[in-house]
């Protein structure tokens, strides 16, 4: 009678476990939020440069139209061309000023330099 027992509080043990840990787990985060995040993150830690936007195009993607903003910019004499997709952002940029050739600065993370910004909700590089 005693080993009924220990293995029905066992397992109504492992159930209450198990249905804590689906109630209280962690939702994965959307693409949108990693990308505000990695854009907070590069406002904080981020060394500035300077680049030079080569293009501004607009894509038809599966979610709808979205903007990239391309951008070439050189950090310890390598040279590197990157995009940023600035869909969420163009309340604080002028995209019809945005040429070919038109100098900014850019915000890199100085342990990989390939992650870099050009604009986020705090901080702008692109000169008017």
């Given at each position: 009678m005693i080993p009924l027992r220990l293995y029905s509080l066992i397992l109504a043990g492992s159930g209450a476990v198990l249905a804590a840990y689906l109630l209280?787990?962690?939702?994965?985060?959307?693409?949108?939020?990693?990308e505000r995040e990695r854009r907070q993150w590069?406002?904080?830690?981020?060394?500035?440069?300077?680049?030079?936007?080569?293009?501004?195009?607009?894509?038809?993607?599966?979610?709808?139209?979205?903007?990239?903003?391309i951008y070439q910019y050189d950090v310890a004499g390598v040279s590197y061309e990157a995009s940023q997709?600035?869909?969420?952002?163009?309340?604080?940029i002028n995209l019809h000023s945005c040429r070919l050739g038109l100098p900014t600065s850019v915000r890199y993370d100085p342990q990989n330099p390939g992650n870099s910004i050009v604009v986020s909700e705090k901080w702008m590089g692109l000169r008017q």
């Open positions: 209280l787990r962690r939702k994965p985060k959307s693409a949108d939020d990693l590069l406002d904080q830690i981020g060394r500035i440069t300077d680049g030079t936007v080569i293009d501004v195009q607009e894509m038809d993607s599966g979610k709808g139209p979205s903007t990239l903003l997709d600035v869909t969420y952002l163009r309340q604080w």
